[in-house]
């Protein structure tokens, strides 16, 4: 079951946006099933994985931007330094 | 409705052993839904998108090397070059 | 020494125009290890970095475009499609 | 002029480091301009693009730490919000 608004550490909006967006994404992936299945010319299949690519990378870059802005600041402030070794890990694990 | 084996330009493993994945990828998407809507800590959640990346890259890559071994190939071999402009421009899309 | 012109495997043009290309990011590079000496604002510096990326990435597409269409077509038409493995390896790599 | 360890916001070990990579990168750089002059098999040649590619990631990731754990803990500390938005910029951008 969803948490209530108050003990969600998202704002509502945030949350309920970047759960439109990965209903879409899966939509997307059933997409290129079906054409995958259809025998659809492979260079346009090869497109719409970019496309989904680009849906899941936007969804990450918001979930980690909601993420600083709360816990990562949040913790700083209460003087809790290891928070940002483990930031630094999830960026280098972002960018390879 | 799919097309028979024998029309089909991917061998029939091929086919079905990406429809398996990306049916999987869809399940993995829905996951983190789940998570987002859990209020699961937003690292934790994070890995699990890197798990997605991979698992969409690798089907991506199955896609393109039964392209490049049936279509590219065989085109080639009929003299028509053309396709080698449009593999170049797809890896190009790949590679950013 | 650089091979005569008759025997490189890539035309003239493409081949001195990367040679500037890479000269270039040397020299982009060096700007880096400069900023960083001087204690340039690193935001900025990252930025550099980003062009640089861009820039060996835009070189490195070049080559793999004359590899293509030069050494594995040619190998194609002679009938030596091992060379076809070899480039779904490298694209691979390219694309993580 | 290089300044005065007490006034660099990087630790001074962070630097040299830094600067003793980027210096090997433009060795690495010329490399590939000489295996390109020198007609080196393409395929060689782009497996040495990764390694460039791998080496600028590094210390682009060590300068990203030092601006973390300097500039951005520290203005945060004083209540300058500011600097998280860049910092998610700057995110935003390393991961396309």
Redesign the interface.
Known sequence: ???TIE????PYAT?SD??VR??K??GQ??G??RM????I???N???Q??S??AA??G???T???????S?V?GQ??EGN?QV?D???T???????
């Not at 003990?7 to 998202?10: E, I, K, N």
């Not at 999830?90 to 390879?96: D, F, L, N, V």
């Open positions: 079951m969803s948490k003990t969600s550490h998202h949350k970047m759960l990965l209903r994404i899966e992936v059933r290129i099933s995958i299945d259809e025998d010319y492979c260079d299949i090869l497109h994985f970019r989904v690519e899941i990378n969804v990450r870059k979930l980690l931007e909601a993420h600083v802005k816990c600041v700083i402030q330094l940002v483990e930031l630094i999830t960026i280098g694990k972002m960018t390879r």
